[in-house]
């Protein structure tokens, strides 16, 4: 009788698991009770276990769809960025940006330096960890993001991809000033920071100080907004001028031939 109603119990958990979408109180639940039996929890802390078994799973879950909705061309992480490496980024700066708060408050995110010298893996880094955070994030480069535009505008879609990037909590800009602009695409990726305007972040890299940022808009309005936007309670990391790609690499040369 009792392994019946065991056995019955364990079918009537299965089945309103299923119908209640919770998977994994589907699949721990008894494991978790026989658990629970062993070390004589009550009816409360064994119910607590098996729907904080399906909080957790979920929220590692919507971790793993917000890493790969991102779309980070790979993972970089800023407990790995070299501090003692870029003695020209301000310490203070790059703390408050692992810190997260500016995702919260909108505020921009601006890495300045030459190649090689950090920017990707700072934009990475920041947004690898606001989407670790539960965040919305997006990475792209100034280039595919005009083109991604540019198609949508073609296809009729421009509004509705436009509104997607305005969802966002954190835009990952990198590479702007590599490409010149031509108007058209000045114009669409202007109109995807004003969506996005006061209410999310934007975090961008260049190559480019702010004053030659100007080559890259056509139209000088547009370079004043844009800058605007992006520098207005902005935090700016300049990771310098030496390239820590050549630095390690000449490094490994060294390591190589035996010098000191
Ligand atoms: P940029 O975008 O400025 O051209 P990257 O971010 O692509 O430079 O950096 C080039 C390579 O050097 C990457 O593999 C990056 O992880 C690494 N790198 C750059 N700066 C540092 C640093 N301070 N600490 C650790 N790795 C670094
Ligand atoms: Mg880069």
């Known amino acids: 009788m009792s392994t019946m109603t065991e056995a019955a119990a364990e079918a009537a958990i299965g089945a309103a698991a299923l119908s209640l979408r ?15 039996a062993r070390e004589g929890l009550s009816h409360r802390a064994y119910l607590a276990a098996v729907l904080c078994a399906e909080v957790d799973e979920r929220d590692a879950r919507r971790v793993e769809r ?17 501090l003692s490496a ?11 940006v692992a810190s997260l708060s500016w995702v919260d408050a909108g505020q921009p995110l601006v890495a300045l330096g030459d190649p090689g010298t950090g920017k990707t893996h700072i934009l990475i880094g920041a947004g690898l960890a606001a989407a670790e955070a539960g965040k919305r994030v997006r990475y792209t480069t100034v280039a595919a993001l005009v083109n991604e535009l540019a198609e949508a ?6 509004s509705r991809v436009v509104a997607r ?10 590479e702007l ?5 031509d108007p058209r695409g000045a114009e669409l ?8 305007e006061e209410r999310a972040s934007i975090a961008v890299a ?3 100080p702010f004053s030659e940022w100007g080559q890259t808009f056509p139209d000088p309005r547009l370079v004043g907004a844009v800058v605007d936007r992006l520098t207005f309670n902005a935090h700016i990391l300049e990771t310098g001028t030496s390239s820590y790609r050549l630095r390690s690499s000449r490094a490994r040369a060294k390591a190589q031939r035996g010098d000191q």
């Open 22 to 36: 919770l998977p994994t109180v589907r699949t721990e639940a008894s494991r978790l009770a026989d658990d629970a």
């Open 66 to 82: 917000r890493v790969a909705e991102a779309r980070f061309p790979r993972i970089k992480r800023l407990s790995d960025f070299d």
């Open 86 to 96: 870029a003695p020209s980024i301000n310490r203070a700066t790059f703390a408050a």
């Open 153 to 158: 505008a073609d296809e009729r879609v421009l």
């Open 165 to 174: 990037y305005g969802r966002l909590d954190l835009l990952c800009l990198d």
């Open 177 to 181: 000033g590599y490409v010149k602009l």
């Open 189 to 196: 990726l202007f109109q995807v920071m004003t969506e996005r």
């Open 206 to 208: 260049s190559n480019a």
